[in-house]
């Protein structure tokens, strides 16, 4: 499924936030018999590396042909460029970091791709592996058929409960204060994520980047902040599945395919939807607020679409796996992030390819 147009070359261009700020990106292209048959970008990100105090490397934006030659051309030619930058490390795929799409979808290939999620064929950890590659981390999401299910009464009454205790009250973003707004979505983010394994902060230019995109998908009603007594205490955010749309234009001829993605957006009812962020503000954690937070997300969502998916999620992370199987989530798919220390370096497999 193409992506929205320029959402992808909007990270390769020498201006962009990321380059700008966080590190460089050297897009390689694989060619063979004069047609592309291999991408990667090979990504060196100076803010991960000055966060953890290590010598990492990245890949991502990955797409080949099943052809380990094709395959070990890009990535021996993305291991000269990050040696030659004094890293010892390889991981991936991030796009371009791990606040953005990334790992190689490994199970659910028949199902349509969700916003954010990463859809890949089933070859490319085999390829992977091939090349040394190892699994470092699986990422998770849960399936949530609102359709067919209704808040568990226990967790209602347990929001009930907590609305009156801690004086709580949710309320959606406010599009024309979009960037107070997202302010505090940034703050709440970091501290809620912060120990998680990769976990690089997002800046203000970072999430401000995104406020375009946001404003053309985004459903304002589904960007839920919740307040304690007025302050911010967390966030719910939840992202109309825009792949549904992008589907509906795959076939259109590429002059008409803007157009087109316009028009199915006012024509359209986007059924499916991403539970993508929640997060608690460190002062109110271990009060219970993500069962809060998951029942009004959730009861927000069921009046807009069908089915969701939430997270991602990690498998330490029990305490928001537990509330999201209370309202019925249900195992789904998973991603793998990949890794391999960087070698020596050895002759590049066919350097013809490499454009």
Same mark, same amino acid.
């Given at each position: 499924?193409p992506?929205?147009p320029?959402?992808? *070359?909007k990270?390769?261009?020498p201006d962009?936030?990321?380059?700008?700020r966080?590190?460089s990106?050297?897009p390689? +292209?694989?060619?063979q018999d004069?047609?592309p048959v291999?991408?990667? *970008?090979?990504i060196?990100?100076?803010?991960?590396?000055?966060?953890?105090?290590?010598?990492? @490397?990245?890949?991502?934006?990955?797409d080949?042909v099943?052809?380990?030659?094709v395959?070990a051309?890009?990535f021996?030619q993305?291991a000269?460029?990050l !040696?030659?930058?004094g890293?010892?490390?390889?991981?991936?795929p991030?796009?371009?970091?791990i606040?953005?799409?990334?790992?190689?979808?490994m199970n659910?290939?028949?199902?349509p =791709?969700?916003?954010?999620? &990463?859809w890949n064929? =089933?070859?490319?950890?085999a390829?992977l *592996?091939?090349l040394?590659f190892?699994?470092?981390r699986t990422?998770?999401v849960l399936?949530?058929?609102m359709? !067919?299910r209704?808040?568990p009464?226990r967790?209602?009454r347990?929001?009930? !409960? +907590? $609305?009156?205790?801690?004086?709580?009250?949710?309320r959606p973003i406010?599009?024309?204060?979009?960037r107070e707004?997202?302010e505090?979505?940034?703050t709440?983010?970091?501290?809620? %994520? $912060? /120990?998680?394994?990769g976990f690089?902060?997002?800046?203000s230019?970072d999430i %401000?980047d995104? *406020?375009?995109e %946001?404003?053309?998908?985004a459903? =304002?009603?589904l960007l839920?902040?919740?307040e304690s007594a007025?302050?911010?205490? @967390?966030?719910?955010?939840?992202l109309?599945n825009?792949n549904?749309?992008?589907? @509906?234009a795959?076939?259109?001829?590429r002059?008409l395919?803007?157009?087109?993605?316009?028009?199915l957006?006012?024509?359209? /009812?986007?059924?499916t939807?991403r539970?993508?962020?929640?997060g608690?503000v =460190?002062?109110?954690?271990d009060?219970? %607020?993500?069962?809060w937070?998951v029942h009004?997300?959730f009861?927000e969502?069921?009046?807009?679409?069908t089915?969701?998916?939430?997270g991602w999620?990690?498998?330490t992370n029990a305490?928001?796996?537990?509330v999201?199987k209370l309202v019925?989530? $249900?195992?789904d798919?998973e991603?793998?992030?990949? $890794?391999?220390p960087l070698?020596?370096g050895?002759?590049l497999?066919? &350097?013809s390819m490499?454009?």
């Amino acid at each position: 499924m193409p992506p929205f147009p320029g959402s992808v *070359a909007k990270f390769l261009k020498p201006d962009s936030t990321f380059q700008t700020r966080h590190g460089s990106i050297t897009p390689l +292209l694989a060619s063979q018999d004069g047609r592309p048959v291999g991408r990667l *970008a090979v990504i060196a990100n100076r803010s991960h590396n000055s966060y953890h105090g290590d010598r990492t @490397g990245f890949f991502g934006f990955f797409d080949c042909v099943n052809d380990p030659v094709v395959a070990a051309a890009l990535f021996e030619q993305a291991a000269a460029i990050l !040696r030659a930058g004094g890293l010892e490390t390889v991981r991936g795929p991030y796009n371009p970091s791990i606040n953005d799409d990334c790992g190689i979808l490994m199970n659910g290939f028949e199902r349509p =791709p969700m916003v954010g999620l &990463p859809w890949n064929p =089933p070859y490319y950890s085999a390829l992977l *592996a091939g090349l040394g590659f190892q699994k470092a981390r699986t990422l998770y999401v849960l399936n949530l058929p609102m359709h !067919r299910r209704e808040p568990p009464e226990r967790l209602a009454r347990i929001a009930s !409960r +907590l $609305e009156k205790r801690a004086n709580l009250s949710m309320r959606p973003i406010d599009m024309t204060r979009l960037r107070e707004e997202l302010e505090i979505v940034r703050t709440v983010y970091n501290a809620t %994520l $912060e /120990r998680n394994w990769g976990f690089v902060p997002i800046g203000s230019e970072d999430i %401000l980047d995104s *406020a375009a995109e %946001l404003r053309a998908i985004a459903d =304002p009603r589904l960007l839920l902040i919740g307040e304690s007594a007025g302050r911010p205490a @967390g966030v719910a955010i939840t992202l109309p599945n825009f792949n549904e749309i992008l589907a @509906g234009a795959k076939n259109t001829p590429r002059w008409l395919r803007l157009p087109h993605i316009l028009w199915l957006m006012k024509s359209r /009812r986007i059924r499916t939807c991403r539970q993508t962020v929640l997060g608690v503000v =460190p002062e109110f954690r271990d009060r219970g %607020l993500h069962a809060w937070l998951v029942h009004g997300q959730f009861c927000e969502a069921k009046k807009h679409h069908t089915d969701a998916v939430l997270g991602w999620l990690e498998d330490t992370n029990a305490e928001i796996i537990d509330v999201c199987k209370l309202v019925g989530g $249900e195992p789904d798919r998973e991603w793998a992030i990949f $890794e391999k220390p960087l070698g020596p370096g050895d002759e590049l497999a066919k &350097p013809s390819m490499l454009a």
